[in-house]
């Protein structure tokens, strides 16, 4: 019984692989044609589209092979997010006013491809974890406080810091990484009510901290996270609700006392009623999603610098332009891909160690792209945060990409785990 | 192990659900909002557009051509300078600089651009020019540039006429215009400030002071009953909350029926009704009428009516009941609300388009319109036009009479500033109480002085033009 099991989960995997061969080809036509078509707008061809359209498909060729050859990394989830990657590089060759946006933007990447393997490296390597759960926590604390002193307030928000040589992070970012390790370790193994105190605390003195240098889009963020976390790991619904129900009665809260916040939610609401100042922003990224129509304008045809921020916030709406609003549902769907790919990674791990650390990193990434492009179409307020591996940011790039590694590291270990099983059940057969 | 695969199973539906809402959300607001967003002004795209495609022109309800596209495929306006900048703000201009103008908020309609795919592809394969559509307007251009000539000499403001009975728009002024073929040519503006762009009947938000005394007497008929039959005592200010109402130029009115108090526009005695209907009632007669709404009408862009909502303070809501409070109207509402006293309570959405004609001459075929909403009942809005009918006989407003036909109306001098000095916006709304000549009516002269003095007139002599010219 158990065996036919095992023969059937492996023949799935047989044909996950030549699915996922034909899921790379697929990526792989979309970044040669993308980039392609933006060489050929200008003559002479533009050379960087060129080196991106050669460079782009060795790289996630290569990575495929080395990320799945060394840790058995779920080939699917990681090809999903590398269509996500070659969409940001697409649009950003085509749209961004300076050609060294892309640039940096690869750069980022490959910074992020390295923090991939340094989370994979975390979850495969990491051990007694309720000891790592304190120095987390405090690095987590410091790191997230970091801006509140040293930092300047930059689009109405505290939450970068300047290092030398002109490089700023966020640490918010990073700190999302830490939250979910944090939350992983003090949670796991099913705690009472007691132990989860500690941990909680954790979160909302971050939450705090982002409260106090007004970065909204990561307080909420954090805050709906920790509350998964926190269920998954007690599966207590009525504290959850409780913890829920005080977020919303904070939010109203805010709502009251802050008159941006207020500012944010009337914009909202109506922003034609100020459509100069105020509902500009909304209302220019609602005029490239209808301008762009089914199909899109096409690669290189719309006029999506007519947004503010095109290519971080408003990302998506530039995306709805350019490539029309069925491809725009498609990459919507392509997170919901990665969610239910990412909640069965958490639902065959081992240890509840591992279940909290994907299911963690599963809303952060699900819940991140529905504000961002439910802000986007006037579905819900506007709040600031990246859509997950496509707008622009070297912080956030690099730390989605680090939190994207820890997932791939949870289904590392339940491959190895699965193989060890197959294993033992062949050995055994031969004994028998 | 198997608790928390329950959970993650129920945070995963949640996830599903939350993006399933999102996906149609999407579908739906790009289904039916989109050519909303598109022609709104602030959608550079269509100067694009503009250059591959011959504009159709616009005419008055008339024929008389207001806007066309010459051989050379430049725009040519009106040849008459005074009635051109009389129009400018309604028609718009080529650089989409009147963001409300039929050049800009139409242009979809001028330019001939469906929307649809597969138009779009046969217009690129075949590579042809194309010609957009024809428009008619409902408004008369001799009237419109006549009633801008009535404007005292630099002063500001705007004149919005409408037949209540259909909806069309006979005519909006707005002061200071600009002359739109100056625009064609130039990449500068032709009005130096920019406010000339501005069309104050559909954009311009405005204190509306005394005339707001219509919704506040419409709310008293409605919920206080025997209110016709009381009496107030003025005696040129009272206390209310924390401050005091007083009378315009301190006028002790001694003691008044509600009739008088509102043909003699005793702000003392509207203080005492608003404080006695309180805030809810108020603001929900006035959002019957229309009041913060959003407006969404095919034709046009009108902008929102706003009146505060909640619990007020005593004084606060005294001075609302007079027009004074932090309640903010747009000409063109005023006289949707003039005309739907005159229809019985019927407030008929604007028109703007009379016709559209496409290739070929054919008309086409325009749905929707009609009714925008009931904004009083049918005896509220037969005594409302009682009093305002007294208030043009024998109160405030006797300088709107025209001989040989009856005038309802109401005047407004409306504070802007609590410096005396600085002159009132001078109002008048009001209608033609006639069938054959269903005519409403709202001006606003800013720091024109007293509405009956300066308002009242030049809304007679506009109505009067208007029934003259239409029989
Ligand atoms: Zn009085």
């Known amino acids: 019984m158990a065996k036919r099991q095992i023969k059937a989960s492996s023949l799935m995997q047989v044909l996950l692989r030549s699915n996922t061969r034909l899921l790379l080809s697929g990526v792989i036509a979309f970044q040669i044609s993308g980039m392609l078509l933006l060489a050929m707008k200008t003559s002479p061809p533009d050379w960087q589209a060129l080196l991106f359209a050669a460079a782009m498909p060795c790289a996630s060729a290569g990575i495929v092979r080395l990320f799945s050859a060394l840790w058995k990394v779920d080939r699917a989830l990681l090809i999903l997010m590398l269509f996500l990657c070659s969409v940001s590089l697409v649009t950003l060759e085509d749209i961004a006013r300076s050609a060294v946006t892309p640039w940096q933007q690869a750069t980022h990447m490959l910074g992020g491809f390295l923090a991939m393997a340094l989370g994979i490296l ?104 920790t509350c998964a976390a926190y269920f998954a790991a007690t599966g207590n619904l009525p504290v959850t609700l409780m913890g829920l129900g005080a977020g919303v009665a904070g939010g109203v809260l805010a709502v009251r006392m802050f008159p941006y916040v207020q500012k944010r939610i009337e914009v909202w609401q109506n922003p034609w ?42 990302i998506f709406a530039a995306i709805c332009e350019e490539f029309g609003l069925v491809f725009a549902v498609g990459l919507i769907l392509i997170y919901v891909i990665i969610i239910l790919r990412g909640i069965s990674v958490a639902m065959n791990a081992r240890t509840s160690f591992h279940m909290l650390i994907a299911v963690g990193v599963v809303v952060l990434i699900g819940v991140q792209a529905f504000i961002i492009i439910g802000g986007n179409v006037k579905m819900i307020p506007l709040t600031g945060v990246t859509l997950p591996f496509v707008s622009t940011g070297g912080s956030s790039i690099i730390s989605m990409m680090g939190a994207f590694g820890m997932l791939l590291g949870v289904s590392s270990v339940n491959a190895y785990d699965e193989a060890e099983d197959l294993k033992r059940l062949e050995w055994r057969e031969a004994n028998a | ?60 309800r008339n024929g008389l051509l207001l806007a066309t596209t010459d051989q050379d495929g430049m725009r040519m306006y009106s040849a008459d300078p005074a009635l051109r900048r009389a129009v400018s703000q309604t028609v718009g201009d080529t650089m989409s600089m009147s963001g409300t103008g039929v050049e800009t908020f139409h242009a979809q309609t001028l330019l001939g651009i469906s929307g649809s795919l597969i138009d779009r592809t046969w217009q690129y394969l075949t590579g042809k020019e194309y010609t957009g559509e024809d428009i008619r307007l409902t408004i008369d251009a001799e009237l419109t540039s006549y009633i801008s000539g009535l404007f005292p000499e630099g002063k500001n403001g705007a004149v919005a006429v409408i037949n209540y009975q259909t909806g069309e728009i006979l005519s909006m002024v707005s002061k200071p215009d600009y002359d739109p073929q100056a625009l064609v040519n130039r990449r500068e503006g032709a009005d130096e400030n920019g406010s000339g762009y501005l069309n104050r009947c559909l954009q311009g938000q405005y204190a509306p002071g005394s005339v707001f005394k219509v919704i506040t007497l419409a709310a008293a008929l409605e919920n206080l009953p025997n209110v016709q039959n009381e009496h107030f005592y003025c005696e040129a200010e009272q206390a209310f909350g924390d401050g005091t109402v007083s009378c315009y130029g301190h006028t002790k009115h001694g003691k008044l029926s509600l009739l008088q108090a509102f043909s003699e526009s005793c702000n003392v005695s509207f203080a005492e009704i608003a404080c006695a209907l309180g805030s809810d009632l108020l603001a929900k007669t006035a959002e019957d009428a229309g009041f913060n709404d959003n407006f969404r009408f095919q034709d046009l862009i009108l902008y929102e009516s706003s009146m505060e909502k909640g619990d007020l303070p005593l004084y606060d809501l005294a001075w609302t009941g007079v027009g004074q409070g932090t309640t903010l109207v747009t000409p063109l509402h005023m006289a949707m609300i003039a005309g739907a006293v005159g229809a019985g309570g019927i407030m008929r959405e604007p028109k703007l388009i009379l016709q559209v004609t496409g290739e070929g001459g054919i008309p086409r075929i325009r749905t929707g319109g009609g009714i925008y909403r009931r904004a009083f009942s049918d005896s509220t809005a037969r005594t409302l036009s009682d009093y305002m009918r007294y208030a043009v006989e024998r109160g405030t407003g006797t300088k709107a009479r025209i001989s040989g036909y009856t005038v309802c109306g109401k005047t407004g001098s409306a504070e802007i500033s609590n410096d005396k000095s600085v002159s009132t916006n001078a109002w008048f709304v009001g209608f033609v109480e006639d069938e054959r000549h269903p005519y409403a009516i709202a001006a606003v002269v800013e720091q024109g002085g007293t509405g009956g003095s300066v308002a009242a007139p030049l809304a007679a002599k506009a109505l009067k033009m208007a029934i003259e010219r239409n029989g």
Request: charge should be positive; proline fraction near 4%.
């Open chain 1, 122 to 225: 975390t979850v495969r390597k990491l051990r007694r974890y309720e000891k790592w759960f304190l120095p987390l926590s405090a690095a987590a604390v410091a790191g997230v406080a970091l801006p509140l002193v040293f930092g300047q307030w930059h689009y109405g928000a505290k939450n970068w810091i300047h290092l030398f040589g002109g490089v700023s992070v966020q640490p918010a970012e990073f700190g999302k990484c830490a939250l979910i390790l944090l939350l992983a370790c003090g949670l796991a193994n099913r705690p009472r009510m007691r132990q989860c105190v500690v941990p909680l605390a954790v979160a909302a003195a971050l939450c705090g901290l982002l409260l106090a240098e007004r970065d909204l889009g990561a307080l909420l963020l954090y805050f709906l996270v």
């Open chain 2, 1 to 60: 192990m198997r608790r928390i695969r329950g959970a993650i199973r129920a945070i995963s539906v949640l996830l599903l659900a939350a993006f399933a809402g999102l996906i149609l959300y999407v579908g739906y607001s790009v289904y039916t909002s989109s050519s909303r967003w598109l022609t709104s002004g602030y959608n550079a795209r269509l100067t694009h557009a503009k250059r591959t495609v011959r504009m159709g022109n616009i005419t008055d």
């Open chain 1, 273 to 314: 009623s100020d459509p100069l100042d105020k509902g500009w922003q909304i209302i220019q990224a609602l005029i490239a999603i209808g301008s762009g129509g089914l199909f899109g304008m096409g690669l290189g045809l719309g006029y999506p610098r007519n947004i503010p921020l095109y290519n971080s916030d408003f």
